[in-house]
């Protein structure tokens, strides 16, 4: 992904609609094979990061802070596109994910289904989420 201007990121921002916390819905997909890895939020500070620098930020409601993917756990996205949905309130970033996405150490956040009338995980765990964050 190419930088933006500081004039073309304010122009993406103004076509978001924030909630009432400032935020918006965001859900990163790898960009090759489509795999959709997690969703997480966005406020103003965490797009304006993202664009600037390539790599995907976003605002930790928990912590009330900005999220720098991959910082603690080297499992870094790589911002390639961003994306606004019509009605201006989710984005959808395209990403290129280094290693695992999820916390539980699965690539993908969305790795449960049901399965035989159980909540159950259909994906491996990929790496130890203590050696990872410290859990």
Known sequence: MEPFSAAS????LDALHFDAQGLVAAIAQQ???KEVLMLAWMDR???KESLA?????YYSRSRKALWRK???SGQVQRLLDLRVDCDGDAVLLLVDQTGVACHTGRRSCFSWALRDGEVASIAPVLANP??????
């Open 45 to 47: 500070a965490a797009i």
């Open 9 to 12: 990121r304010d122009k993406l």
């Open 70 to 72: 991959g910082e603690t």
């Open 31 to 33: 960009h090759d094979s």
């Open 53 to 57: 620098t390539g790599r995907a930020v």
């Open 130 to 135: 203590k050696a990872l964050y410290g859990q």
